[in-house]
C-alpha cells in the first residue's frame, strides 16, 4: 500500500488527462471550425455605363454634324429667298453664312451641352428600360435649348446691353431662331433613338443569367 501510494504521489500527472491529447483536441477543433475553402467572392454586378457613354458620344457627334448640315440649309433658304447681297454668288454666301454660324457659341456650346447631358444621362439610366430614355430625353432637349439661348446671350455680350434690350433680343432674337428650334428637335430626337440602342445592351445584361453575364 505504501509502495501504491508513493507511486501515485510522485506521479500525480497519471491521474490527470494528457496535456498533448487536451492540446491536440482542442487545435482538432479549431481547425474544424474553419472553412477548408475561402468563400467565393461576390462578383460585382455588370454594368452598361460604359458603353451608353460611348454611344452617348457617337449620338453628340451626330448631333454636331447634323446641325451643321442644319445651318448649311439655313443658309441655302437665306440666299434663294433673296437674303443675300446682290450678284453674290450662291456658293460664296452660304459657305460664308455657314462658317459663321459654326464659329459660334452658339454652335459649339449648344453641341459641346447637348453632348454632355446626354453622356450623364446614359450613365444614370445605366441598365434602365428605353422609355427612361424617352421620358428623360426631354429634360436634355430642355436643357440644350436652354444653353442655346444662353451661348446666343453670349455672342451678343449682353452685358453690355440694358436689362430690357437683352429680354427683348432674347424673344425676338434667340428663343424662335430656326437654328436653335434645329437643336431643341436634335436633342429631343437622337436620346430617343440612341437611347434604343443603350437600351438593347441594358436588357441583355438584365436578362442573362447569373454568372453569364
Not at 27 to 48: C, I, K, L, Y
Amino acid at each position: 500500500m505504501s509502495d501504491a501510494t508513493t507511486e501515485h504521489t510522485e506521479h500525480p500527472e497519471f491521474f490527470k488527462p494528457a496535456a498533448e491529447q487536451d492540446s491536440a483536441l482542442g487545435f482538432a477543433g479549431v481547425n474544424a471550425a474553419q472553412p477548408t475553402e475561402d468563400a467565393p467572392a461576390v462578383e460585382a454586378a455588370p454594368s452598361n455605363r460604359t458603353t451608353g457613354a460611348v454611344v452617348a458620344l457617337l449620338g453628340g457627334v451626330v448631333f454636331t454634324v447634323l446641325y451643321a448640315l442644319a445651318a448649311w440649309g439655313y443658309s441655302a433658304a437665306a440666299w434663294m429667298y433673296g437674303d443675300s447681297a446682290e450678284g453674290t454668288l450662291a456658293s460664296v454666301f452660304i459657305q460664308d453664312r455657314t462658317i459663321a454660324f459654326l464659329s459660334t457659341p452658339v454652335f459649339w456650346l449648344t453641341a459641346i451641352g447637348f453632348t454632355l447631358y446626354f453622356v450623364i444621362l446614359a450613365i444614370l439610366i445605366n441598365k434602365g428600360h428605353w422609355r427612361t430614355f424617352v421620358l428623360w430625353g426631354l429634360v436634355v432637349a430642355i436643357l440644350t435649348y436652354a444653353t442655346a439661348i444662353g451661348a446666343g446671350l453670349l455672342t451678343v455680350r449682353a452685358w453690355t446691353l440694358t436689362f430690357s434690350e437683352a429680354i427683348d433680343f432674347m424673344w425676338h432674337g434667340i428663343a424662335f431662331n430656326p437654328l436653335v428650334l434645329v437643336a431643341v428637335v436634335l436633342s429631343r430626337e437622337i436620346p430617343i433613338w440612341f437611347g434604343g440602342w443603350i437600351a438593347v445592351k441594358g436588357r441583355k445584361l438584365r436578362d442573362a443569367p447569373e454568372g453569364v453575364q
